[in-house]
Nanobody, 133 residues
Framework: QSHLVESGGGLVQPGGSLRLSCVAS??????????IGWFRQAPGKEREGVSC?????????HYADSVKGRFTISRDNAKNTVYLQMNSLKPEDTAVYYC???????????????????????WGQGTQVTVSA
């Protein structure tokens, strides 16, 4: 069983919105000390970082250029949850979206997003987002 579980994906028309959630199980100790990121992978393409948020109060964050101004990342540590609000969705946003967690201090939030690594402490199993008319 994955320690991170994504939800909120689905089929939406261009211009629509979705909110993804990434919930960490209670097995993830010290959740507040983890940087959390959202990544996506479309068929035939490499995995890319979408948005990442820093540990604790999430005052540090990073967005890929392709989603700036459309996506918003946030975290609720009381619920062990990170959200990705996606607005003005485009067909090119279609992908499987994954969340991942890594203990803070190893990488900057920007590095976590720009250079995703299998070695992160936890990866979720993904949720499909399809943007199509």
């Amino acid at each position: 069983q994955s320690h991170l579980v994504e939800s909120g994906g689905g089929l939406v028309q261009p211009g629509g919105s979705l909110r993804l959630s990434c919930v960490a199980s209670k097995l993830v100790d010290d959740y507040d000390n983890f940087d959390i990121g959202w990544f996506r992978q479309a068929p035939g393409k490499e995995r890319e970082g979408v948005s990442c948020i820093g540990h604790a109060n999430g005052s540090t964050y990073h967005y890929a250029d392709s989603v700036k101004g459309r996506f918003t990342i946030s975290r609720d540590n009381a619920k062990n949850t990170v959200y990705l609000q996606m607005n003005s969705l485009k067909p090119e946003d279609t992908a499987v979206y994954y969340c991942a967690a890594t203990m803070f201090g190893w990488l900057s939030v920007q590095e976590m997003c720009k250079y995703p690594k299998d070695e992160y402490d936890y990866w979720g199993q993904g949720t499909q987002v399809t943007v199509s008319a």
